[in-house]
């Protein structure tokens, strides 16, 4: 209908998980949105963005070894723990929100996610009872090296106040200039931990058996009308 009535139109290859689609479904939106003068984003944030992800896609290649290789070693710290994910807000917490759908969908592993300075208002408390249940949780912090001095402080009290409940703290210091290239450098990074996650536990990143499950039962009710 769009060629039809000569709207736009963006054709997005087939034969992909939506998951494994993300650079054809997210850089047509931002250069739309950027088009249309919504946002403004340099040429120049765009060629380091994907300089930044050909270089990430080398060192991250599965001929690298663990010592070589930042998506493999951190695959390797969590694969026998629950992982948990917080991202400032922002963008960082966007992305903190993409690793946690990632390890789910690809790792098949559960994952849960939150966003400074929001869990800073409960969750901060909440780890304080069920240690022998935490103990088995890594922590991954996403982070910024030139962060905010409150994110920064509260990234460094929270970890003080909660790390005798967890098996494990690992902060991830994410590359790049712009914001741009930082967000998918971080989005990358999580993208390909979670399938060398799955590939530790001899999974098949692939397939979401269960989504699909979840999907035929719906599809029996006949059309949505209303939810």
């Not at 060629?47 to 080398?58: N, Q």
């Not at 909660?162 to 989005?187: F, Q």
Request: proline share 4%; net charge neutral.
């Amino acid at each position: 209908m769009a060629i039809r009535y000569n709207k736009c139109f963006v054709e997005i290859p087939g034969g992909f998980q939506p998951r494994a689609a993300i650079g054809y479904l997210f850089f047509p939106t931002l250069l739309i949105l950027n088009y249309l003068g919504f946002i403004s984003i340099p040429e120049k944030d765009i060629e380091e963005c994907l300089g930044l992800i050909k270089e990430k896609c080398s060192l991250y290649s599965r001929t690298r070894k663990v010592s070589e290789n930042k998506a493999k070693y951190l695959a390797t710290r969590i694969c026998d723990k629950l992982p948990v994910v917080y991202g400032s807000e922002g963008f960082l917490s966007s992305v903190a929100y993409r690793w946690k759908c990632e390890i789910n969908e690809n790792a098949k592993t559960p994952c849960f996610w939150a966003e400074f300075p929001e869990l800073n208002h409960n969750e901060t408390v909440g780890w304080q009872r069920l240690k022998d249940i935490t103990s088995n949780l890594a922590l991954i912090i996403l982070r910024e090296k030139d962060e905010g001095e409150r994110i920064k402080t509260r990234a460094e009290v929270t970890k003080n106040l909660i790390k005798e409940s967890l098996g494990e703290i690992i902060e991830v210091w994410v590359d790049g200039k712009s914001k741009l290239a930082r967000a998918i450098d971080a989005l990358y990074l999580g993208d390909i931990t979670s399938v060398y996650l799955a590939l530790v536990n001899g999974i098949d990143p692939t397939p979401v058996d269960k989504i699909g499950v979840l999907k035929n039962e719906l599809a029996k009710l006949g059309p949505i009308l209303r939810e």
